[in-house]
């Protein structure tokens, strides 16, 4: 699948969608979260690693930009780092961070507000967009590499329109 669109009427909508994410993810993805504040990335974030075996609590990382879980993804421990770069400087500073480092064939990268590291930050296998729609939310997703519509084609999700 190269691409689609659902409304989540709340916020079990929300989860229903990270914990079919966490199912279809795999080693090597990038995935980049678009949307305004409180539009729900760090909610679906959130989902996705609780439903990957994270027991803990998920916030964004609003101070430290990234926060490393190591979750279980087809029975084996896969790190996922989750980003939130809203208080990036510049680029530079996500390059003087070291943050390239955590990408790779072996790890997983979920990053809030992309367009603040735009031009250092590794493509991605898969854009989504959230915005808030009435009281529940939008969301679009879209897969720019093989990776990223293999992990589509493997998103088990009905919503429920
Ligand atoms: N589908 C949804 N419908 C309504 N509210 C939602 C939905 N998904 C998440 N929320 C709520 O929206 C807010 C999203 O906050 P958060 O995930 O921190 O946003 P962001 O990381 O995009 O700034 C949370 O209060 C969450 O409970
Ligand atoms: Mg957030």
Not at 44 to 67: C, D, F, I, N, W
Not at 81 to 100: T, V, W
Request: proline share 6%; glycine share 10%.
């Amino acid at each position: 699948m190269q691409h689609f669109q659902t409304h989540l009427h709340d916020e079990a909508g929300t989860a229903a969608l990270g914990r079919a994410f966490a199912q279809a993810l795999a080693p090597g993805l990038t995935i980049y979260l678009h949307g305004d504040l409180g539009a729900g990335k760090t909610a679906l974030t959130r989902a996705m690693l609780q439903a990957a075996g994270h027991a803990g609590h998920v916030k964004s990382p609003t101070y430290t930009l990234a926060e490393p879980y190591t979750v279980q993804i087809g029975g084996r421990p896969v790190e996922v780092i989750h980003f939130d770069l809203y208080r990036l400087a510049s680029p530079e500073e996500f390059l003087d961070a070291g943050f390239r480092e955590y990408f790779g064939a072996d790890t997983i990268c979920i990053i809030e507000w992309p367009e603040k590291a735009e031009g250092v930050l590794p493509a991605p296998d898969i854009n989504m967009h959230l915005g808030i729609s009435g009281n529940g939310r939008d969301i679009k997703c879209e897969a720019l590499s093989v990776q990223g519509t293999q992990c589509l084609d493997r998103l088990k999700f009905a919503p429920n329109l």
